[in-house]
């Protein structure tokens, strides 16, 4: 007895179920395995309704993404195309209408624009750099970006130190082939996952003939231990007794009243005898 409330404490007991089970009758057992063993099978369900929302809202995404990853990478083999050498001596940088071929200039100017940056609404743009147009702007929690522009755009956080920033667009520009490796990469893993999230799109719950079966024998028991009509009956006899309850209540407040009046009457009529004598 004590397996069978513990299998069916998740719920109410009725009223039937508890004379049932004092009765010792077998259905009730039965129908406690029954009614945890649905809740379960339930509980599943709604897990694998889940798992279908989140792989169809993942491929919706990767479907979004790829024709972008795509883009990117073909830009990205046109930029590599048009990029200028500036390894050693070819180094040169255009900046505000002047050309500068020395890097620790270069740097200093750069710092001067990022510091005029910081704070700005606005993306200007302040020169070239190896093949690519340069433009700043100020991004998030106070820093500095310097963007390169061709086919894609480019940025890169203005660094601590101004040659920091110079080496930084230097080693961009000059590692091209590592970011276009990467995005590949990326594109091939976010194509077999899409492979992979369309193979299960769909898939049924595979305990669905079993949550059927003894969702039938759940309702079968119901019906042979009357739980369903006990419960109606239980549901209008609680219903009238509470009408009743009710009833009584203001009869007893009603008599109450009458009492207190007469009570009123009977002090007003001793006082008014009171006063006669009085007066006499």
């Known amino acids: 007895r004590r397996v069978l409330f513990r299998s069916i404490d998740s719920r109410a007991l009725t009223y039937a179920e508890v004379k049932a089970i004092a009765s010792g ?11 945890a063993e649905v809740m379960r099978l339930n509980r599943l369900h709604s897990q694998h309704s889940e798992t279908q929302y989140r792989i169809r809202s993942d ?3 990767l479907i979004e993404k790829i024709p972008l990853s795509k883009q990117h990478i073909e830009n990205l083999k046109l930029d590599m195309a048009q990029r200028i050498n500036t390894h050693g001596d070819a ?3 255009v900046l505000e209408k002047s050309v500068v071929k020395d890097r620790a200039i270069a740097g200093e100017l750069l710092a001067r624009i990022a510091r005029r940056a910081s704070g700005a609404q606005d993306q200007f743009d302040i020169g070239s750099f190896a093949g690519f ?4 702007r ?3 929690w106070g820093r500095v970006e310097f963007v390169l522009k061709g086919k894609n755009h480019y940025a890169l956080d203005a660094t601590e130190t101004s040659l920091g920033t110079v080496r930084s667009l230097e080693y961009f520009v000059q590692n091209m082939e590592d970011r276009l490796a990467h995005k590949q990469s990326e594109l091939a893993d976010s194509e077999k996952k899409c492979g992979e999230l369309e193979a299960k799109i769909g898939q049924p719950f595979e305990h669905e003939a079993k949550l059927q ?5 759940q309702k079968e028991l119901e019906e042979a231990l009357d739980i369903t009509k006990n419960q109606a009956a239980n549901s209008l006899e ?3 007794t509470e009408q009743a309850v009710e009833v009584e209540q203001e009869a007893e407040t009603e008599s109450v009243k009458t009492k207190v009046r007469l009570t009123r009457v009977k002090t007003s009529k001793m006082t008014a ?5 009085m007066a006499h």
């Not at 077998?26 to 029954?34: R, Y």
């Not at 005898?273 to 004598?277: G, W, Y």
């Open 138 to 140: 100020a991004s998030l």
């Open 91 to 93: 180094f040169q940088i």
């Open 273 to 277: 005898k009171v006063r006669v004598a």
């Open 59 to 61: 491929l919706r995404k």
């Open 213 to 217: 079966s003894f969702a039938v024998r």
């Open 25 to 35: 009758n077998p259905k009730v057992i039965e129908k406690a395995s029954v009614d």
């Open 238 to 240: 609680a219903e009238a």
């Open 133 to 136: 147009e340069l433009s700043v």
